[in-house]
């Protein structure tokens, strides 16, 4: 890993720094690492700790699910190209990672630390909240995202046009 390479324009591209200014960035960039990844290679592996997250500057990665029942079962959730990120989930809730991340080509990608993210608190309270706020819009799009890919997979279209007296509506399971 080396020091980040990548101009501030990408960085602005990138919803995770949305609303920051030139100092911000400059002081972001100081934390960032720069890694080229060759394709196949597995960044992220389902069930193993994760403390960073990753922005693809160039290339393409998928994300793979494994199945809890079948190990020798996944699936690829999605894939994620330059200004995607990942990563994001571990780095606010401190679990293993619930998905493997392959590289499908060469990839070149930037990575924030957890510990690296705190040290930007300690410097700029403005700036890490902006992050924090970023990456939480970034989280609540994918969800909202999933939601509506679950919906559309569970094809369930009927629901009761009013609650029942009690207020709550009946789900039909």
């Given at each position: ?31 960032l ?6 394709a196949?290679?597995t ?51 401190i ?54 890919m ?24």
């Open positions: 890993m080396s020091e980040c390479t990548i101009d501030n324009d990408f960085l602005c591209k990138h919803s995770m720094f949305g609303g920051l200014v030139e100092d911000e960035l400059l002081l972001i960039k100081k934390f690492t720069e890694r080229e990844v060759p196949h290679t960044l992220l592996k389902q069930g193993e700790p994760n403390n960073s997250v990753h922005f693809i500057v160039e290339g393409e990665v998928a994300i793979v699910r494994q199945s809890e029942t079948n190990k020798k079962q996944s699936r690829i959730i999605t894939t994620l190209q330059s200004g995607d990120s990942f990563g994001e989930m571990e780095l606010i809730d679990q293993s990672c619930a998905a493997s991340v392959i590289t499908t080509s060469a990839t070149k990608i930037i990575t924030l630390s957890n510990s690296d993210l705190y040290k930007i608190s300690l410097q700029n309270l403005k700036t890490y909240t902006m992050l924090i706020l970023n990456l939480a819009r970034d989280i609540s799009r994918r969800l909202r995202s999933a939601d509506e679950l919906a559309l997979a569970k094809n369930k279209t009927t629901m009761p046009s009013s609650p029942h007296q009690d207020g709550a509506f009946s789900s039909g399971i």
